[in-house]
């Protein structure tokens, strides 16, 4: 499904501060909201993925937990959720369960402790092992029946996600769209990737990279500044 460049928008775009997809609104803020159940769904946050980097003695930015956190702050005192489904690979790997990255998630579950928190593994959620009991997490394996979503990790491939049944929302491939400008500049902007009854989001962690997409047959939702969506 990726590694090709989308050089323009599709004809008909237009930027918007969220869209609408199958019931479901896409947020520019890398988020998926259910106003019927009052969820959000993030997908990738990778939490300690810096610290896990420095651990094994790479350079890597520091801050990078805190702005996730941050960010997730801003959606909770925002959508006022009652629970908050991560789509996998919540932990990036077990070095970022440093005290220092878990003391953060701790004082962030603290602050919002009648929030309900679900978790469908993904596969650095197995390299990590299961977060601690004391963050008061559910923890499923894919897929997961979210009240009439499926949740997943891994998305399905393009012929398992045609026809009718329920929205699959999936994470996993970080995608991108590369969008092409004058004098040959262009830029990369994480998206939401539609296809069919399939919802890919984007990566919500600060430090996980994208990949581009190139199917043919799919919808994006390109995120500008975490504040619009180029939709079409």
Known sequence: M?????????????????????????LPQRAVWRVETRTLFIADAHLGKAATFRALGQP??????????????????????????????????RQAHAPGVTAAFLDWRRRHAALRLTLVRGNHDRRAGD???????????EPYDSEGIVARHHPLASDECEGQGATILAGHLHPCVRLSGVARDSLRLP??????RQIVL???????????????DVRTCAIVDERWLVAG
């Not at 956190?69 to 932990?91: E, Q, S």
């Not at 977060?131 to 394996?141: N, V, W």
């Not at 998206?191 to 069919?196: E, I, R, S």
């Open 202 to 216: 984007p990566a919500f962690g600060a430090f996980t990279g994208g990949a581009l997409v190139h199917a043919r």
């Open 2 to 26: 990726f590694g090709h460049d989308k050089t323009s928008p599709r004809e008909g775009s237009s930027l918007v501060s969220s869209h609408e997809h199958r019931g479901l609104v896409l």
């Open 60 to 93: 890597a930015p520091k801050g990078t937990t805190r702005d996730n956190l941050d960010r997730l702050d801003a959606l909770v005192d925002r959508f006022n959720p009652v629970r908050l489904v991560f789509l996998g690979d919540l932990f990036h790997a």
């Open 191 to 196: 998206c939401f990737v539609l296809q069919a």
């Open 131 to 141: 977060p601690s009991e004391q963050f008061g997490i559910e923890l499923f394996d």
